[in-house]
C-alpha cells in the first residue's frame, strides 16, 4: 500500500513512524466528544542540596480518566555548572526548556507532517538561548530573569517546503509556552 493513500478498514497507515490511522481515529474522537481532548501533566520536584535537585514525573490525566500505564515515575535531575556555582551533575533547567522545545516542535512537525502525508526521513535540530544573569541577579531590572531570544535552526530531509515545515513546527505546544505568556499560580507551605 502508498503510505498517502487512504486505508482501508483493516490496513494501517503508517508514515514517519507514526499511525495515522490511530492519529485519525483520535482526532475524530476529539471531534466527537471535545471532553477527551483536556489533559493534566504533573510533576514533583524535591531539592537535594546546593544547585542540584530531582523531579520525577508519573500519574497524568488524560481522555477523561487518570493515566495508570506507568509503572515507575521518569526522573529527571537538573544541577548548575560550576561556573553557576553547582556542581554540574545535570543540566541545568534553562537547558531543559531548550530540550523540551526542541523535542515538542520535532514530534510536533513529524505528526503534523505524516497526518498530511508528508515524508520526513530525518530531522535535527540545533537551539541557542541568551540568558542575561543581569535579571535572575537582580542587578538590572529591565534585564530579563529568563532566556532573552532562542534561536532554532532544524535540518530536514523532506519532500516538503521549509515554509510547510517551519509552519507544522510552530503548532507545537512548547513553542506556544515560551513564546505567549502563560498564568502561572504559586503556592507556598511550610514543612
Not at 515560551?178 to 514543612?191: G, K, R
Request: charged share 25%.
Amino acid at each position: 500500500m502508498n503510505t498517502t493513500e487512504t486505508p482501508t478498514m483493516n490496513e494501517i497507515s503508517i508514515i514517519n513512524g507514526v499511525n495515522v490511522t490511530a492519529l485519525g481515529e483520535t482526532v475524530a474522537a476529539v471531534q466527537n466528544e471535545p471532553a477527551i481532548a483536556k489533559f493534566q501533566f504533573r510533576a514533583k520536584n524535591k531539592w537535594q542540596g546546593g544547585g542540584f535537585n530531582r523531579t520525577e514525573i508519573n500519574g497524568f490525566y488524560g481522555a477523561c480518566q487518570e493515566d495508570d500505564t506507568r509503572t515507575e515515575p521518569f526522573v529527571l535531575e537538573n544541577d548548575e555548572p560550576a561556573v553557576l556555582l553547582g556542581e554540574d551533575r545535570a543540566p541545568n533547567p534553562v537547558e531543559y526548556v531548550l530540550h523540551a522545545l526542541a523535542g515538542c516542535m520535532t514530534t510536533t512537525m513529524v505528526y503534523h507532517a505524516a497526518a498530511q502525508g508528508i515524508k520526513i526521513e530525518s530531522v535535527e535540530t540545533e537551539l541557542e538561548g541568551d540568558l542575561d544573569l543581569h535579571g535572575f541577579l537582580r542587578l538590572d531590572e529591565n534585564v530579563r530573569n529568563g532566556y532573552e531570544s532562542i534561536r532554532i535552526k532544524f535540518k530536514v530531509k523532506s519532500n516538503a517546503t521549509p515554509e510547510q515545515l517551519k509552519e507544522l513546527a510552530r503548532i507545537s505546544p512548547v513553542f506556544d509556552i515560551v513564546s505567549n505568556p502563560v498564568p502561572v499560580a504559586v503556592e507556598l507551605e511550610s514543612a
